[in-house]
């Protein structure tokens, strides 16, 4: 049972447009989500996190949108860069196991010039 | 400060054996997470330690087990490896004394490859 969903399993972007990145969650449990970005042969690096009291969270060029009546995040990338291309994760967590970060699937992202 | 470190980087074992990967988090993070990465299932949860007690499992069958020394390094162990455990697996830290939203900081990850 996948709790973080992640549909699209790739996505083509060109370079200075906005890339949106979706995720959807199935536990209404989950209250704090985070987005991590993964280059090839490295583990994923922390990008931004947003808390289930906020609607937006904001820093530099990627914005994160939480609708928790949907029970749906995207991540904003804006403009889009070619070092912008890697695997994007989305995760969630609930404050009963704060520790314990489900992650989805991944959306490969490619920036094209 | 130095950053999260898992070896071997690159192992490759025969069916029926066992393997034993290590982690050393990041210097005062006493959070250690354990994930299997495999293509198209995303990052799966395994354990989490911390200050050398298990407190959070995914799920995963009882072949997968773990553990954290006092100086936070931790070490996950599978036994009976089967073909379908090949993966890439990767160790995340975080300070997280309360377990608080701290993010997780992760390795490059040990690729297990089981033939």
Known sequence: ?113 | KAGVTQTPRYLIKTRGQQVTLSCSPISGHRSVSWYQQTPGQGLQFLFEYFSETQRNKGNFPGRFSGRQFSNSRSEMNVSTLELGDSALYLCASSFNPTGSKNEQYFGPGTRLTVT
């Open chain 1, 1 to 113: 049972d996948q709790q973080v969903k992640q549909n699209s399993p790739s996505l083509s972007v060109q370079e200075g447009r906005i890339s949106i990145l979706n995720c959807d969650y199935t536990n209404s449990m989950f209250d704090y989500f985070l987005w991590y970005k993964k280059y090839p042969a490295e583990g994923p690096t922390f990008l931004i996190s947003i808390s289930s009291i906020k609607d937006k969270n904001e820093d530099g060029r990627f914005t994160v949108f939480l609708n928790k009546s949907a029970k749906h995040l995207s991540l904003h990338i804006v403009p889009s860069q070619p070092g912008d291309s890697a695997v994007y994760f989305c995760a969630a967590s609930a404050s009963s196991s704060a520790s314990k970060i489900i992650f989805g699937s991944g959306t490969r992202l490619s920036i094209r010039p």
